[in-house]
């Protein structure tokens, strides 16, 4: 089991940045697949970005490529999200997840077994 914890998230202004963290107990981060995805009202669950066990892969939405830094620190078992240069389209709430799989990097929300409650960002114009 895993627990997840996101924090981090706010209102920002339009073009603004924000560090989204995802605190995991219950196991070590390292042994899972991190990924994080938001969910805008009326819309499914979109993959946002992703990073394999030991931080060798990385994935990104197209929309967020050049915007977007994910990262983790296995030795306080936290993943993080670097959100720059951020858009309306961009507001939404933010879930981290988790994925038992190795030498891969799932978008599919399906595939992640672990989820945190989320945490809600901003976008003000």
């Known amino acids: 089991q895993v627990q997840l914890l996101e924090s981090g998230g706010g209102l920002v202004q339009a073009g603004g940045s924000l560090r989204l963290s995802c605190t995991a107990s219950g196991r070590a981060v390292s042994s899972v697949c991190m990924g994080w995805f938001r969910q805008a009202p009326g819309k499914a669950r979109e993959f946002v970005a992703a990073?394999?066990?030991?931080?060798?892969?990385?994935r990104y939405l197209d929309s967020v490529k050049g915007r977007a830094t994910i990262s983790r620190d296995n030795t306080k078992n936290l993943v993080y999200l670097q959100m720059n240069s951020l858009k309306a389209g961009d507001m939404a709430v933010y879930f981290c997840?988790?994925?038992?799989?190795?030498?891969?990097?799932?978008?599919?929300?399906?595939?992640?077994?672990?989820w945190g409650q989320g945490t809600q960002v901003t976008v003000s114009s």
């Open positions: 997840a988790a994925a038992e799989v190795a030498l891969r990097v799932p978008q599919r929300p399906e595939e992640y077994a672990y």
């Open positions: 990073i394999s066990r030991i931080g060798a892969i990385t």
